[in-house]
């Protein structure tokens, strides 16, 4: 059984590959009939009408799409225990149907809490960016982990 | 200068998180154990079965969406209209204080702190807002700071 990686684990700078996701016309719209019903994002005459040039993506579908690549290339391999937030989302460019998005997630920072000896707080810079290397989400925001003495 | 409206917190609805709508997410988007069942969430410090934070954000912009679609009805009725809504450049400070866990309703809040005018849109404004869900107990389960474009109107509208 491969061992889970603990908050001990991670170093500052260090750059983990959350792979890629292909996004369908489905799955923007369906989404988006459910959370974000807006026409730009449901019908492509309706976005080529508006500020996003064609349909495109919610943003919010887009940092869930980019919390599933977390959860099954770090997080179900990790002690994770939940977050407390996220400090900001910048959405920076629109996600069309068909893009290949890449998703990568830096080591900002490591820091243990007194108060809690069983974990410590892993802060992260997450990068979503498209098949043209363009940014098209950037995410920073603070994870928990269970240390080594206490992971099951 | 635009004179502003009093700053007001405009109740958006509320919803209740079901077990299967929780899981349905979460199993597309966050197949983190403690919200695909309460068996395997009582193993954790949640205890039991709770919604994805991103489950509980994406419903604030359901229910922010439909608040704008029976005010724009209403308008619509009095023979005026709304500005039009842009899209987002992201949000800050986004606080997931207490889990919502499944059966609770979580009313929704929204609330325009600021606008000002795009310098790189002209014709647009951006609205800054500060947005809220309460849980049924009364205790405040989640936060954000927004930003969103809104269509720049030479009468004051509302904003919401």
Known sequence: ????????????????????KLVTREEIVAFAEEF?????????????ASMLGGLAASGWHTNAMLMRQLCDNLLLHATCMGSPGVDSVRWLKPVRPGDRLKMSAEVKE??????????????FLMTVANQKGEPVLLQENAILFGRREKAE | METSAPVERVELGSFTFTADDI???????????????????????????????????AVWMKLMIAHR????????????????????????????????????????????????????????????????????????????????????????????
């Open chain 2, 69 to 160: 679609k029976r005010e724009a009805a209403r308008a619509r009725a009095e023979g005026s209209t709304l500005p039009r809504l842009g899209p987002s450049p992201g949000f800050e400070n986004l606080k997931w204080i207490k889990p919502v866990y499944a059966g609770d309703t979580i009313t929704y809040f929204s609330t325009v702190v600021e606008r000002r005018e795009s310098r790189s849109k002209p014709g647009w404004a951006i609205l800054s807002t500060l947005n809220e869900g309460v849980n049924q107990h009364g205790e405040k389960v989640f936060s954000f700071e927004g930003r969103v474009f809104v269509e720049h109107r030479s009468e004051p509208a509302a904003a919401l």
């Open chain 1, 110 to 123: 490591t820091r243990t809490l007194k108060s809690r000896p069983d974990m410590g707080v892993v802060r």
């Open chain 1, 1 to 20: 059984m491969t061992s889970l990686r603990t908050f001990e684990d991670f170093r500052e700078g260090e750059v983990i590959d959350l792979g890629e």
């Open chain 2, 23 to 57: 899981v349905r997410f979460a199993r597309a988007y966050d197949p983190q154990r403690f919200h695909l069942s309460n068996e395997e969430a009582a193993k954790t410090h949640f205890g039991r079965l709770c919604a994805s934070g991103w489950h509980t954000a």
């Open chain 1, 36 to 48: 974000d019903p807006q026409p730009f994002h449901l019908d492509e005459k309706a976005g080529k």
